[in-house]
């Protein structure tokens, strides 16, 4: 593996970064996964590492990564590649957002992204419960009524679809962010 090719693949994943390290998490899993360098359970192995070391989910486990297969110079490339899209792209958008804060189409790009992210967290956090949990939820039809009382359905239902695309139909993160901010401005924007 290339220290570019490293580089790439987590500036990639850097630029896509909504929702922070956890919902970055299923975007470093599938290209991990499609280098075929990291089984399910070294990922969740990684995980659990980046968890416990100081300092961000994600840039620790492009870091781990990085190291893991290229020495210090691929996690130097890996770590630079998946802190520096975001810090510039923040950048941009700052300049911008204040320009178009009361647009009804950023209004509901946001609306379509945030249950997006919130559903990549989810399905960071199923993948993980299924390499070190036993899956068995104590869920009743009591709490389900109560809950829906007081939702939103569509976020809800952007949120559903989001763990289901990745989790069973495996769509990438970055098509899925970005089909689910084009839902939301089409349906609320």
Known sequence: MSHLYIFLMFARIGIFSFGGGYAMLPLIFQS?????VMSAEEFSNLVALSQVTPGAVAVNAATYVG???AGFWGA??????????????IMIVSK???????????DGVFLGIRPATVGLIAAG???????????????SMELINHFTQYVNLLPCGIFVCTIILVGKCKISPIKLLIMMGIVGAILCG
């Open 125 to 139: 956090a199923i993948f993980i419960a299924e390499t070190s949990l036993v899956n068995n939820p104590p869920f």
């Open 32 to 36: 991990v996964q499609d280098f075929g």
């Open 96 to 106: 911008f957002l204040e320009k178009f804060r009361e647009s009804r189409i950023v």
């Open 76 to 89: 130097l490339s890996a770590t630079i590649g998946v802190a520096l899209p975001s810090f510039m792209l």
């Open 67 to 69: 190291f893991n297969y």
